[in-house]
T-cell receptor, first 114, second 115 residues
Framework: KNQVEQSPQSLIILEGKNCTLQCNYTVSPFSNLRWYKQDTGRGPVSLTIMTFSENTKSNGRYTATLDADTKQSSLHITASQLSDSASYICVVSDRGSTLGRLYFGRGTQLTVWP | EADIYQTPRYLVIGTGKKITLECSQTMGHDKMYWYQQDPGMELHLIHYSYGVNSTEKGDLSSESTVSRIRTEHFPLTLESARPSHTSQYLC??????????????FGPGTRLTVL
């Protein structure tokens, strides 16, 4: 069964601190993995996308890693800001359908305190 | 910022009412999608479309229906709303080309509450 599991479920950190969010997946055949940021009451916005051959991708203070062998990914946030408070969703796409089906994790709810 | 719009953003209605959630995109994308999301839960695909006059049901069974008469427009309709339909509904679109990695762009969502 294709699944995406994220940890932790929620995380509270102080402004300026770093944090790392985890994603494990069983989706096969694998196409790509994305991290989305979803603010409360808004739609998800893409942060990074990685294909099978990529093992790291950065977008400003966000750095994602991918280990396709162990089917794990992480999202590292550096020097957190209050605006980083949001849900971070790991999304994996398969190659097995013309639709390019997406499999969503439940997200990690990050709260940054001043 | 993706050019995909949803209206209304918030809707509170009584049981038994008919509602239509609007979704429009100006990117010329062929593929469009409707997702349902409850708090703290993952997004579930309820409908999708490959293009005009194409509609398919997604993974999660839904009593809603959709139509795709124009490329840019993908409305979702509930004939008789019930409290179990209370949820957030997200619309998304994507290109058809393989090079796009099927990146989906999401609208802001409609928060539906049925009393």
């Amino acid at each position: 069964k294709n699944q995406v599991e994220q940890s932790p479920q929620s995380l509270i950190i102080l402004e300026g601190k770093n944090c790392t969010l985890q994603c494990n997946y069983t989706v096969s055949p694998f196409s790509n993995l994305r991290w989305y940021k979803q603010d409360t009451g808004r739609g998800p916005v893409s942060l990074t996308i990685m294909t099978f051959s990529e093992n790291t991708k950065s977008n400003g203070r966000y750095t994602a890693t991918l280990d396709a062998d162990t089917k794990q990914s992480s999202l590292h946030i550096t020097a957190s800001q209050l605006s980083d408070s949001a849900s971070y969703i790991c999304v994996v796409s398969d190659r097995g359908s013309t639709l390019g089906r997406l499999y969503f994790g439940r997200g990690t709810q990050l709260t940054v305190w001043p | 910022e993706a050019d995909i719009y949803q209206t209304p953003r918030y809707l509170v209605i009584g049981t038994g009412k008919k509602i239509t959630l609007e979704c429009s995109q100006t990117m010329g994308h062929d593929k469009m999608y409707w997702y349902q999301q409850d708090p703290g839960m993952e997004l579930h695909l309820i409908h999708y479309s490959y293009g005009v006059n194409s509609t398919e049901k997604g993974d999660l069974s839904s009593e809603s229906t959709v139509s795709r008469i124009r490329t840019e427009h993908f409305p979702l309709t509930l004939e008789s709303a019930r409290p179990s339909h209370t949820s957030q509904y997200l619309c998304a679109s994507s290109e058809s080309s393989q090079g796009s990695y099927n990146e989906q762009f999401f609208g802001p969502g409609t928060r539906l509450t049925v009393l």
